[in-house]
């Protein structure tokens, strides 16, 4: 480079000046916090200009006033978020005083805060930071946390983007802090007065990081290369070293030693194990200042030492060792396995928000030994246990400090004398890349005024950095332009200059700033290259990371630029200008390619350095140019067009092209102005009057000089150079010589710069060329490219190419003329790449060659650049050639990759790397497979539609043929691509769910606006309306449900007034009557809260709402209060606390599991008053039933429990462990071993627990355990089922539920394991417990509590049988849980009712509808849905006798009520069996068997005989539980039947109706409408042991009453309810809708595979039943489900309350509207009415809702004055064709081939794009693809034209090129033979017959040899090789065979 050149470098005009004022100090002002920060007193001047990098980003410090200044700062990065697709925008982050702004602004929007924080103390730094949260899963992506972090001097807030706050404390002061890929990087402040130095001490780590807020601070390990190649690793200890950059990616640091004043480039990288264990264990090579003997006598010292820790200077206040007495206190408080340490808190609580992590007292503790230790690997850690503190105190142990992180050196700077001599920091770094993408790192040393920057590369082998040389600029400042990869450098007589990594493009020239060198030449030393200042390490790893984000992070500066510049030797210290325009000082705040100049007067002024290209065709080409020369020609090629492109007054976007075509084949060495086309580029745009008058001006500049460079020879005199209008700077010295002269023949000039490269760059302009053909919207484009393209193909003589762009533009390329002439010695200068000689690449002929079936050679493609090419000809290969692996490894096949002139070697890996999506190859067709890849390459419907019609119409056809058949679960955007809405909404959905579960969106409907207040109180608003309306639609049963279940409204209390009752004995009558009515509403809420399951998404603002529980009355007819609290009659005590219990869980039981609910929220709801302490407590259980109390942190659930409120530990134990169902979580385990006494250690002292607690605590070690088959929980339980009565009276009360709970808990433990429970054998658990059921002598407890059961009670007398009234419940329940489902025919012979007289007597009835119960489900197989199995079950004597009671006959020893008794009690047993097996199927034999059996025992209590015999009670009993059996089988299908018989009882509240029977029933009602119809129950083995426990057949008898069974078990069935309920709803109105499905279920024993018709919404059988569920036509988009591949995707649809999105088709009315279809508009068609076709424009709407097609519908087809009436009819029809065949994307491809035909026939077309789009159409008609899936009758789907359409077209075609031919024959016979056509000729339709016939070029034709051929088959032979089509040849034929017949010869040679 001369310094010609330098000197008078060219100049380009900077953009968009404005000044600059950081907006947060605007908003600072206006700031209420403002007054306070004038009067504050700023730091001493000395600490804030300290150069130890205290500041931190330095801002521009600006005078407040003149007493004091206020500190400021900010930074400004490019706006990061990935979610928007605005334009892009600025972020700033503003710091000054106690305040920190973070906003935004844009070009398009003015600046706005987006979040500002105000402090505590003084804000030392701010900064942007990502921390990365694992994710548990392997597979699942790590979450980046966005966030801004800010340092005070104590301790660091970080605020993320989603709203968490955490603080961390900093246990010493630091400097500064750093942003990393992995989390924060801390610089400790390096304080001199430390701790006294001895001479053995070595210094403490210096460099710490924290991955997380919520992690320990650790200190960072560095590997370092020796002077041998040794490996040091060790802690970042160097007080000499400071960072002064870091960068996320590539992930590096950069240091600079004070000492050796050199930089170092560091990889940072997470430590491997290998590497934490080496630098905590093992000694390295030690350094210089230390010997590990001295270790141990350092320690006492430092810790003697201790005290001075205190000193007011010292950054670590140790408050633990205040002073040398504590330390030994309590070695377990220090010790960190005992301590909640900060680690173990993080793993709890990074998934809640607002966490403060405060260390531990260890965690202290630890900073202050460890971080002092006198060696970094640790040896205090290690130090021998005898060494003392003063000889008395002990050493605490100390755990050591695990680093996260390790800096690995990549390379140093060599240390030359010179910079020694001052210190030379830098004080900017950043990364930038130039022009042709090689990578700098450059740091700016101001004390030398020098930017130096050292290329680097990215290895892809190791992934690691590879440092190269070294390179310097002088500069005084810098700043990289990311955008346009340049940096902009101030130098250092203050003039800018833009450079491209070290390549100088121009000076940069900013209006209204006085350039400095103002006719002062300005001497520049040359740049220097040290290939020496090269070091790399031996094994340097770095990650490989593609992109680089660096200049988002402007590289904080260490050294604060003071006030006072360097003005060494600078001109401007006795410049007459300085006054007069003020000068740039330095640059700051690069963003993209704005940066910000600060002014020597204090202001500041914001410029845009302009791109490198506007127009998308000039970048492609430069993209083109510079991918195919080697990077040196192509640098300065790019730097030429730069400065030509934005000289100050540059061209507009119009010429931008022009101007690039001038200035490009000037560079191949053209003289534009001797061709013709050339020459008038400069005049077809009009001066615009802002060009004008520059061009007048005389150019300051401008010179000869820049044309010498432009053509890189010394011949620049023979260059003529004319004006460029636009370019002042191009001002010609040289008078122009006359064109005449000349002649004809104008050379090219050999030297120039590109002209040996013009073959290669012809070919890749061409390749670009044939891109732009596959693009719509870049077509003129290509036209542009034309011209340039057929000259040089003239120029350089290639035929074919001429006669491939005349095919394109017949009338275009005709207008050239001209060619310049390259002699032979020339063309041989040139390189001619190999593959110029192949086959001229034309795309359009390369697919029309794959549909028709020829073998094509690969298809050459510039990779990153022709990527469109790249998919359609891969797309070709799949769908079209028919080859399966086309996109996976036989890419090679079909597309041959340009390597370019430095990119040698063509791998196929690189061409597969490009996808980003991983491909695993659905099987099915190809059409499937097709979609698929096109969406994995980002192929979307908006770029098909810019595909050209005809190349597009197989992918289209691909398209619609996966839109009839998709599959369920594909991709969101696979589903977008085939236009199926429908699936688009289920997939986003799905992969929504994925992530966070968002409130709201799966609430299909708003809830209903209710206008009565009363309304909203009772808790059952929140049902979906439009569901429940959908799926009962002809009544109004879920009102009727909402009044039977509401509980807080007054009941109506009607008691006649006899006449003879005294006033005050009606009061009490009223009274007694409220009383009864109370029993009934206290049991509602249990039925409520299944009602209401799983409705509602709490606000999390506000709390809860739970409706009251209203025990009050109105008498009518006065409506006058009736309340119990009147004291006239006795009321029980308690008696509303469960029942306000049951009300807590219904409320809480309506949060739907996907809801977002927060440990806040939980507290947030915790009631003020203590009467509503009952409610809360239901409300923490309904959480864990719902799952969300997995959310409380622990410290919440151990506040809860240690009030001992009793209610609250009940509701809490079962929740939590409902939440942990069957996971064995220890924690929980602890919590509730300390609540059961047997298991905790027979020494522990006895805890009082109340009873009630002790019995949930059992079942939640069930829950716990649940299926795991846990021997310890096993043998504990079992021995508690048979728990005797304490001596001291204790464990007497209620004994019968803690006995049912250990033996329901020990069902749950060995759920359905039955016999092969894993060593339990010695248990001999089946054996123990059928003792316990019918009774014997009681084993003595081996183990752990037989202390506890020496002495018997001292009231009980039970002797040592067992009490079976207490045990049988229990062990029946528990047997049959462990043999559930398991047809254990033995065992079940155990449970058979006894039939003889002697036994029954023996036996509770009760028991025998347990055992009956359990018999069945254990043999769960043989239970049937019908009476003769039920009553089967019922023993013979007493099926013989029951019938006899009328007669006498009756014998004296049968005792008939035990009869009787034993009868119902078996009959419900059976119908209870019936109901679990069918729970949830709505199985309507099992439905019919129960309702009759139901009917019978309702029958029997009516009447009055039969109730003596077996009592009331017993038979409300048995009615109870059969009903609940009954809506078991119907649940959530809200059937009407049993709806009535819930209602009857619920009517009766006279007689044996007690608090417990209105339970059971209304817990009927509620599972019959379970959550509102939309769940229902399941038969897994979890949800029937659930069921047990909450159906167990003995109900309270009254609201206090817990003895038989807790109370609180009753809500446990909603574990077994599960969301089975579908409903479709339109995508387009977002409405649930009917759709009819087909359901198929897989064979079983019972049945055959069967389909059944339903109607949707529907609830489905259970999944594991179901083979495929298909949404079917034709009213809607099928839509196949198939389960045979897995559930989740059903059940992932059906937890997210069932949504399942559906598509009306084209002309269809919604079931709604039309229930028979017979409105439909394509009903109507069967009358053959002739008018149908032209359907009325009106009707349209209809049919579709695009806007698009009804606007067509609008304008075009109405007839009109400028439309003719078959033009209207056309396009109606196409219209109807399109909308009715569902595809209304081919109307445009339906339009342009109309409009081509008729270009045709009037002989219009002057390109023949669209006749090659029409040819496509025809070949893909014909090819093998269509025509096979034609012959497949199964797929009757022919193509997407409609069938009369085509043909017609394609005759018309064919008819006006046949009348052509007959009056043209003689222009055809001309081309053919290669004579030049006459000037005249119409070329045009040649053009068009040439390209629809594919007739292939003249050459071809010639070589070979047609003119011999004498017959037709002689000619088919020939033709056929070069893949000419028959009815081509036939059209051809007679020219050849004629001109044979003749005997005239066709002079066939050239």
């Not at 992530?995 to 409907?1005: Q, R």
Request: net charge negative.
């Amino acid at each position: 480079m001369s310094n010609v050149y330098e000197e008078r470098a060219a100049m380009i005009a900077a953009g968009e000046l404005q000044p600059f004022v950081p907006f947060g100090r605007e908003h600072c002002k206006n700031h209420p916090n403002a007054v306070n920060l004038q009067l504050r007193q700023l730091q001493p001047a000395s600490e804030l200009w300290s150069s130890d990098g205290a500041a931190g980003l330095v801002g521009s410090l600006q005078e407040v006033s003149l007493q004091e200044r206020q500190k400021e700062s900010w930074q400004l990065r490019k706006g990061s978020t990935i979610t928007t697709d605005e334009a892009e925008y600025e972020e700033e982050l503003y710091v000054a005083g106690h305040m920190v702004i973070w906003s935004r602004g844009s070009k398009s929007q003015a600046s706005n805060v987006y979040k500002a924080f105000t402090v505590d103390s003084l804000v030392q730094q701010a900064l942007w930071c990502n921390f990365t949260v694992p994710q548990s899963r392997k597979n699942e992506k790590d979450i980046i946390e966005q966030g801004i972090c800010i340092v005070q001097s104590m301790c660091v807030n970080v605020h993320t983007v989603s709203g968490k706050d955490f603080i961390s404390p900093l246990p010493f002061q630091v400097s500064t802090l750093w942003p990393t890929k992995f989390g924060l990087l801390f610089e400790r402040k390096n304080i001199t007065s430390d701790v006294p130095m001895s001479p053995t001490r070595e210094p403490l780590p210096t460099l710490f990081s924290m991955l997380h807020p919520l992690d320990e601070i650790a200190p960072v390990v560095c590997k370092s290369t020796g002077l041998f190649d040794s490996v040091r690793l060790q802690y970042v200890s160097d007080s000499s070293l400071r960072v002064v950059f870091s960068c996320e990616n590539p992930s590096i640091i950069v240091t600079y030693d004070t000492l050796q004043c050199t930089h170092t480039v560091w990889a940072l990288r997470k430590v491997t194990p290998e590497e934490q264990t080496t630098v905590l264990k093992c000694p390295g090579p030690d350094g210089p200042a230390q010997t590990p003997a001295a270790a141990h006598s350092f320690l006492g010292t430092h810790l003697r030492n201790v005290t001075r820790l205190d000193s007011p200077g010292s950054p670590l206040h140790c408050h633990a060792l205040h002073n040398q007495s504590r330390i030994p206190a309590s070695p377990s408080l220090h010790s960190r396995t005992h301590s909640p340490s900060i680690s173990n808190m993080a793993a709890l609580s990074r998934a809640h928000s607002p966490g403060i992590a405060v260390p531990s007292f260890s965690g202290t503790q630890r900073f202050n030994i460890s971080c002092h230790s006198p060696s970094v690997r640790g040896h205090s850690l290690l130090a021998s246990p005898n060494s003392t503190l003063n000889d008395t105190a002990l050493l605490p142990e100390m755990e050591p400090i695990l680093p996260d992180l390790c800096i690995e050196q990549l390379w140093t700077e060599t240390a030359t004398t010179s910079h020694r001599e001052k210190s030379s920091q830098a004080s900017r770094v950043f990364i930038t890349s130039d022009l042709c993408e090689s990578k700098y790192l450059c740091f700016l040393v101001e004390s030398h005024q020098q930017l130096r920057c050292v290329k680097f590369l990215e290895s892809n082998e190791t992934n690691q950095l590879i440092f190269a040389s070294l390179t310097t600029i002088p500069a005084k400042d810098a700043a990289p332009l990311e955008d346009i990869d340049a940096l902009l450098v101030l130098e250092t007589n203050g003039s800018l200059v833009l450079y491209t990594g070290v390549t100088r493009v121009s000076k940069v020239f900013v209006p209204g700033l006085l350039s400095p060198n103002f006719g002062l030449p300005n001497h520049l030393p040359p740049l220097n290259t040290h290939l020496d200042n090269v070091s790399t390490p031996a094994k340097a790893t770095v990650r490989h990371i593609s992109r680089l984000e660096e200049p988002d992070m402007p590289s904080p500066v260490s050294e604060v630029r003071s006030l006072v510049q360097h003005h060494e030797s600078s001109w401007l210290d006795d410049s007459p200008f300085q006054q007069a325009a003020p000068h740039i000082q330095s640059l700051r705040d690069p963003v993209s390619n704005r940066v910000t100049l600060e002014l020597s007067n204090g202001s500041m002024l914001r410029i845009t350095i302009p791109e490198v290209a506007t127009s998308e065709l000039v970048k492609r080409c430069l993209q083109a140019i510079r991918f195919i020369l080697p990077k040196d020609i192509a640098m300065k090629v790019l730097v030429k067009w730069y400065n030509i492109y934005n000289a100050p007054g540059g061209p507009s976007l119009h010429q931008e092209w022009n101007l690039f075509i001038t200035c490009f084949m000037t560079l191949m060495g053209y003289n534009t102005e001797r061709l013709t086309w050339t020459r008038n580029l400069h005049f077809e745009v009009p001066l615009s009057p802002v060009i004008a008058p520059k061009k007048a001006r005389p150019a300051d500049t401008g010179s000869d000089e820049d044309w010498v460079y432009l053509c890189a020879s010394d011949y620049h005199c023979q260059v003529l150079v004319r004006p460029v209008p636009g370019i002042p700077d191009l001002e010609s010295t040289v008078p122009p010589v006359g064109m005449e002269d000349s002649g004809l023949t104008v050379g090219l000039e050999p030297s120039a710069l590109l002209f040996p490269h013009i073959p290669a760059l012809f070919y890749v302009l061409h390749l670009l060329y044939e891109d732009l053909k596959l693009d719509e919207l870049q077509r003129s484009g290509a036209r542009a490219l034309v011209g340039l393209l057929q000259q040089l193909a003239r120029d350089l003589q290639l035929e074919e190419y001429i006669d491939l762009y005349w095919r394109d533009y017949p009338s275009f390329i005709k207008t050239f003329k001209e060619a310049c002439l390259i002699d032979q010695a020339q063309m041989e200068l040139m390189n001619w790449p190999v593959y110029l000689n192949s086959e001229v690449p034309c795309v359009f002929g390369w697919l029309s060659g794959c549909l028709r079936g020829q073998d094509r050679p690969p298809f050459p493609y510039l990779p990153g650049i022709c990527e469109r090419t790249k998919l359609l000809v891969l797309s070709y290969a799949l769908y079209v050639v028919r080859d399966e692996n086309a996109v996976t490894s036989n890419v090679s096949k079909y597309l041959s990759r340009l390597s370019a002139g430095q990119k040698k070697g063509f791998g196929e890996t690189s061409i597969r790397r490009q996808s980003s999506v991983k491909l695993n190859a659905p099987s099915g067709c190809l059409a499937e497979k097709l979609v698929v890849w096109l969406t994995s390459a980002g192929f979307m419907l908006k770029d098909l539609e810019s595909v050209p019609f005809g190349v597009a119409l197989p992918i289209r056809d691909a398209i619609s043929q996966c839109r009839e058949h998709p599959c369920s679960d594909w991709s969101e955007e696979v589903c977008a691509l085939i236009g199926r809405q429908d699936l688009t909404k289920q997939a986003h959905k799905v992969s929504l769910a994925k992530g966070k579960p968002m409130v709201g969106l799966n609430v299909p409907v708003e809830p209903p606006i209710t206008n009565e207040a009363d309304e909203e109180e009772d808790g059952m608003a929140d049902l979906h309306p439009e569901v429940t309306g959908l799926i009962w639609s002809q009544d109004l049963r879920v009102q009727e449900v909402r009044r039977l279940l509401q509980s807080s409204r007054p009941v109506r209390v009607n008691v006649p007034h006899l006449p003879d009752v005294s006033e005050h004995e009606y009061i009490e009558e009223k009274e007694n009557k409220l009383l009864q009515l109370c029993q009934r509403t206290m049991a509602l809420p249990v039925g409520r809260g299944l009602f209401t399951l799983f409705s509602y998404h709490p606000v999390p603002t506000e709390p809860l709402p739970v409706p009251k529980l209203n025990l009050t009355g109105r008498a009518p007819p006065r409506n006058t209060m009736v309340d119990l609290n009147s004291g006239n009659i006795d009321v029980p005590p308690n008696m509303t606390s469960w029942p306000s219990f049951h009300n807590g869980v219904a409320a809480g039981l309506k949060i739907a599991p996907a809801s977002q609910v927060e440990s806040a929220w939980i507290a947030y709801n915790k009631p003020k008053s203590a009467e509503l302490a009952n409610e809360y407590a239901g409300f923490l259980m309904a959480l864990g039933l719902n799952g969300h109390l997995t959310k409380l942190a622990t410290l919440n659930i151990h506040d809860y429990l240690t009030k001992g409120h009793e209610m609250t530990s009940i509701g809490l134990l079962l929740g939590v462990s409902a939440a942990k169902l069957g996971t064995m979580d220890m924690s929980i385990t602890r919590l509730l071993s300390i609540h059961i006494p047997a298991l905790l250690p027979p020494t522990s002292t006895e805890l009082d627990v109340p009873h009630s607690v002790q019995v949930a605590a059992v079942v939640a070690i069930g829950l716990v355990y649940q299926g795991t088959g846990h021997r310890h929980n096993a043998e504990v339980l079992l021995a508690e089922i048979g728990r005797p009565p304490g001596p001291e009276m204790e464990y007497c009360t209620d004994r019968e539920s803690y006995s049912l709970a250990a033996g329901l808990a020990l069902g749950m433990v060995c759920l359905g394991h039955g016999s092969n429970l894993i060593g339990m054998t010695d248990l001999n658990v089946p054996e123990q417990l059928y003792q316990y059921m019918v009774g014997g002598h009681r084993r003595t407890h081996a183990g752990i509590n037989r202390e506890k059961h020496k002495s018997p009670s001292y009231q009980i007398k039970e002797g040592d049988t067992i009490n079976v009234d207490v045990t049988c419940p229990g062990a029946t329940l528990a047997l049959a849980m462990i043999y559930l489902k398991t047809n254990n025919r033995s065992i079940a012979d155990w449970l058979k009712a006894p039939d003889t007289m002697f036994l029954l007597d023996f036996i509770k009835p009760e028991f025998l509808l347990l055992r009956t119960l359990a018999r069945c489900i254990i043999m769960w197989d043989e239970i049937l849905p019908n009476d003769e199995w039920v009553t089967s079950n019922v023993p013979q004597i007493i099926q013989e006798n029951i019938g006899l009671q009328e007669e006498a006959l009756i014998s004296e020893d049968l005792n008939m009520e035990t009869l009787v008794q034993a009868h119902d009690y078996i009959i419900a047993g059976a119908c209870m069996a019936v109901g679990f097996r069918f729970a949830g199927s709505a199985n309507s034999d099992a439905f019919d068997c129960l309702y009759k059996f139901a009917r019978n025992f309702m029958l029997s209590l009516t009447t009055t005989t039969t109730t003596t015999v077996s009592g009331p009670y017993n038979l409300q009993t048995c009615l109870s539980m059969v009903l609940l059996a009954t809506s078991m089988v119907m649940a959530g299908s809200g059937n009407l039947k049993v709806l009535q018989l819930c209602r009857f009882l619920h009517k009766r509240t006279f007689g044996e109706m007690n608090y417990g029977f209105h339970m059971a029933h209304h817990m009927a009602l509620g599972l019959l409408f379970l959550g509102g119809g939309r769940y229902t129950l399941s038969t897994s083995n979890s949800a029937i042991a659930a069921l047990l426990c909450a159906l167990y057949p003995h109900f309270p008898a009254h609201s206090t009453d817990n003895r038989y069974h807790l109370q609180a078990l009753r809500h446990l069935c909603v574990l077994a309810a599960e969301p089975r309920l579908l409903v479709p709803v339109d995508v387009d109105t977002l409405k649930p809708c009917y759709a009819m499905m087909d359901v198929t279920y897989k064979e079983t024993q019972w049945y055959e595979e069967t389909t059944v018709e339903l109607m949707a919404p529907t609830m489905l059988p259970e999944l594991h039943l179901l083979k495929q569920i298909k949404v079917k036509g034709p009213r809607y988009w099928e839509l196949n489900i198939d389960l045979s591949k897995g559930t989740q995707h059903l059940q992932s649809i059906l937890s997210r309350d069932g949504v399942l999105y559906v598509k009306l088709r084209a002309g269809q009315l919604p079931y709604k509207d039309d229930p028979r279809g017979w409105k439909s508009l394509l009903a109507p068609a069967v009358n053959r009415n002739p008018e149908v076709r032209t359907f009325k424009p009106e009707a349209i709407s209809t049919f579709t809702s695009d806007a698009a097609l009804v606007s067509f519908a609008e304008y075009f087809c109405k007839a009109s004055e400028n439309m003719k009436q078959e033009t209207v009819a056309l396009f109606s029809a196409i219209l109807y064709e399109c909308v009715t065949q569902e595809n209304p994307e081919m109307l445009p491809t339906h339009i342009a081939i109309d409009q081509a035909v008729k270009g045709l026939e009037r002989g219009e077309l002057n390109e023949t794009f669209c006749l090659w789009q029409m040819k496509l159409v025809l070949e893909m008609c014909e090819s093998d693809v269509l025509q096979q899936r034609l012959r497949d009758t199964r797929q009757g789907r022919g193509l997407l034209l409609s069938s009369e359409f085509l043909p017609v077209m394609k005759s018309l075609a064919d008819q006006a090129l046949d009348r052509w031919l007959c009056d043209n024959a003689h222009a055809l016979q001309s081309y053919v033979s290669g004579h030049p056509t006459n000037e005249d000729a119409d070329t045009n339709m040649l053009a068009c017959f040439l390209v629809y016939h594919s007739v292939p070029s003249f050459r071809k034709m010639t070589n070979t040899e047609l003119d011999g051929s004498s017959s037709f088959p002689e000619l088919l032979l020939k033709f056929s090789k070069l893949g000419v089509p028959v009815r081509a040849l036939l059209r051809l034929s007679p020219l050849f065979l004629q001109a044979c017949g003749s005997g005239s010869g066709l002079g066939l040679s050239l």
